[in-house]
């Protein structure tokens, strides 16, 4: 099963949620100052037959920086385990409306799984319309999962020294502005405050309505282009650790912009690494 977009709506997931090819994994994450256990939440309610696709667990843990993309050997691996393969549409979805989902959606399409999509509006508006949900854990059978990693859509430190150099690509930074601008201390030790040379500023935040769910595209279009963002060149979306640059990304395929990346070491590591130019605002 394909879907045009990017996101699929609540009422949508409702009636395909017995299909066989679909599948809905429950990726929610939380930064540690919003004192939320993800996987606690998920084994006291989620969707039904949702699996917890751990973002933690699915990083590089040989990387110094936080939930780097795995390799593609332990990530096919984890998702047999799941009950994710090939053949299925996995729905994400995170139980802040749409936070981390978007990280999950991003690091399937990064393993080459392109039927892959987003829970408008996620847990919280599921809940809202009283759909069912359950407590019990899934018993997922092994699924094939064939990795095919997409360069297309990773950027690394190297690339992304290269399109600072060469000006060749727009950085959008998803952080909220007094973290873009340096004037809020990063929240990682050892990182420095402020921006990439040239990165543009849009917070997270503003990609979404006040429902929880993705702004239309007329709104996203008029977004992108009052932040100086021309969508239809080359963009590459970054945040703090990699989370809300893939809410960015999101935005931009909901209106169908065709060059878009997103950097994985993000200002984690950017920030922390001498050798990396830093502007402040």
Same mark, same amino acid.
């Given at each position: ?30 930064? *540690?100052?919003?004192? $939320?256990?993800? =996987? ?7 969707? +039904? #037959?949702?699996?917890? /696709? ?69 847990? *919280?508006?599921?809940? $809202?319309?009283? =759909? ?7 018993? +997922? #059978?092994?699924?094939? /999962? ?136």
């Amino acid at each position: 099963m394909k879907t045009a977009s990017p996101i699929v709506s609540t009422e949508w997931l409702a009636e395909h949620l017995e299909a066989p090819d679909v599948r809905v994994v429950d990726a929610s994450w939380y930064l *540690p100052q919003a004192g $939320r256990d993800a =996987r606690a939440e998920y084994a006291a309610a989620h969707i +039904p #037959g949702a699996v917890f /696709f751990d973002i933690d667990d699915l990083s590089d843990d040989r990387s110094p920086y936080p939930h780097m993309l795995a390799p593609a050997p332990k990530f096919a691996s984890r998702m047999r385990a799941l009950g994710l393969g090939d053949g299925n549409l996995i729905v994400c979805y995170d139980g802040a409306g749409i936070y981390s989902a978007a990280r999950a959606w991003w690091m399937l399409r990064a393993m080459g799984h392109e039927d892959t999509v987003v829970l408008d509006g996620g847990f *919280p508006k599921w809940k $809202r319309e009283g =759909r069912p949900i359950e407590d019990l854990p899934p018993a +997922p #059978g092994h699924r094939h /999962f064939t990795p095919r990693p997409n360069n297309a859509i990773i950027r690394d430190f190297a690339q992304m020294q290269a399109a600072v150099a060469a000006r060749d690509c727009q950085i959008v930074d998803a952080r909220g502005a007094p973290r873009f601008e340096g004037r809020e201390s990063e929240p990682r030790p050892g990182v420095r405050s402020g921006h990439m040379p040239g990165a543009l500023n849009i917070p997270y935040t503003d990609f979404t309505a006040e429902d929880g769910t993705l702004k239309t595209p007329n709104e996203l279009k008029a977004l992108f282009a009052q932040k100086g963002v021309d969508c239809a060149r080359p963009v590459v979306t970054t945040c703090g650790s990699g989370v809300t640059a893939a809410i960015a990304m999101l935005a931009l395929a909901r209106i169908g912009s065709p060059h878009v990346a997103l950097y994985d070491g993000s200002w984690a590591e950017w920030g922390a690494r001498a050798e990396a130019a830093v502007e402040v605002s």
